[in-house]
């Protein structure tokens, strides 16, 4: 079983940064895709980014990209959401999600479906 613990949520002024950190307790942390979903009130939860096993590709929602960086440090099962430039519209709650595709040849998931794993999420909360 596989407990995920984010935190570093706040609230800041468009144009902030804040930095997600997710904690992830259980076993084999680096066999997983770790991936970042928002939930804004009233509507649907939406991919923000997502890692692979390894770090080393990552792919963003397009309403983050150059903005968001994710990054994870398998030695502290970590993974990390860097939020630059943020905005009004990043206001959500903020899940990090594990799954684990196995031998797939596709390494990172944008769909909230196939990750098994979440944590209780963190508040972002962006004035202007």
């Known amino acids: 079983q596989v407990q995920l613990v984010e935190s570093g949520g706040g609230s800041v002024r468009a144009g902030g940064s804040l930095r997600l950190s997710c904690a992830s307790a259980g076993p084999n942390f680096s066999n997983y895709c770790m991936g970042w979903f928002r939930q804004a009130p009233g509507k649907v939860r939406e991919f923000v980014a997502t890692?692979?096993?390894?770090?080393?590709?990552?792919y963003y929602a397009d309403s983050v990209k150059g903005r968001f960086t994710i990054s994870r440090d398998n030695a502290k099962n970590t993974v990390y959401l860097q939020m630059n430039s943020l905005r009004p519209d990043d206001t959500a709650v903020y899940y990090c999600a594990a799954t684990d595709l196995g031998s797939s040849i596709v390494v990172i998931s944008d769909n909230p479906d196939e990750y098994v794993y979440w944590g209780q999420g963190t508040q972002v909360t962006v004035s202007s």
């Open positions: 890692i692979d096993w390894s770090g080393g590709v990552t």
